[in-house]
């Protein structure tokens, strides 16, 4: 089924909304939990949550792209599980993608505002869009989706030793492209 006929659902209040977001976007939104909480039952309860934020923010937004849309609450929905489940510990697989952008990314208390916010997001939008296809979809996939080193490899036929230099050769343009633009000193 077509985004607009979902958000149609959505719109009509249909139930079936939830079902064909599921049935279309569900194996995605899974992975994207899972891949940050590394626990089944945390990620599901996410989904489901992603799920209700969903029904509960369509209408009045029709977001476009719908997979991103809902990827990004179920994101954000896993990051904040994750902080709250692993305040005092450290290790886990997204605390490792949490520590490779640090170098790259400004700490959160220097920004002091959602202006400032929303710059940064749009610097590393352009960032991106610099990017060869295959580097943005190693990035994003690393860096949104936390995705493994060796599945990125596993995916990509490669070594995982291959696969982190490139990252790492990612984080350094991004490093260097947001100091140019007077985000990092």
Same mark, same amino acid.
């Given at each position: 089924m077509e985004d607009s006929k979902i958000i149609a659902l959505f719109f009509e209040r249909s139930e079936q909304a939830i079902q064909e977001? +599921?049935?279309?976007?569900?194996?995605?939104?899974?992975?994207?939990?899972?891949?940050? @909480? /590394? +626990?089944r039952q945390d990620a599901e309860e996410c989904v489901n949550d992603a799920y209700l934020r969903t029904w509960d923010s369509i209408p009045p937004h029709a977001p476009d792209p719908l997979a991103a849309y809902v990827c990004r609450?179920?994101?954000? @929905?896993?990051?904040?599980?994750? !902080?709250? &489940? !692993?305040?005092?510990?450290r290790g886990s697989g997204y605390e490792l993608v949490l520590d490779e952008m640090q170098e790259c990314i400004p700490s959160g208390v220097n920004i002091e505002t959602e202006y400032e916010a929303k710059e940064l997001g749009d610097a590393?939008?352009?960032? %991106? =869009?610099?990017?060869?296809? $295959? &580097?943005?979809t190693l990035f994003v996939r690393r860096y949104w989706y936390a995705e493994p080193v060796a599945e990125l490899a596993a995916q990509r036929r490669s070594s995982a030793g291959r696969i982190s230099v490139r990252l790492f /050769? %990612?984080? $350094? #343009?991004?490093?260097?492209? %947001? =100091? #140019? $633009?007077g985000f990092l000193a």
């Open positions: 977001l +599921d049935g279309k976007y569900g194996a995605v939104v899974r992975k994207t939990a899972a891949n940050i @909480l /590394r +626990d609450i179920v994101r954000n @929905l896993a990051v904040n599980r994750y !902080h709250a &489940d !692993h305040a005092q510990k590393i939008n352009r960032f %991106l =869009s610099t990017l060869q296809p $295959e &580097d943005r /050769r %990612l984080r $350094e #343009k991004l490093r260097n492209t %947001l =100091s #140019k $633009e």
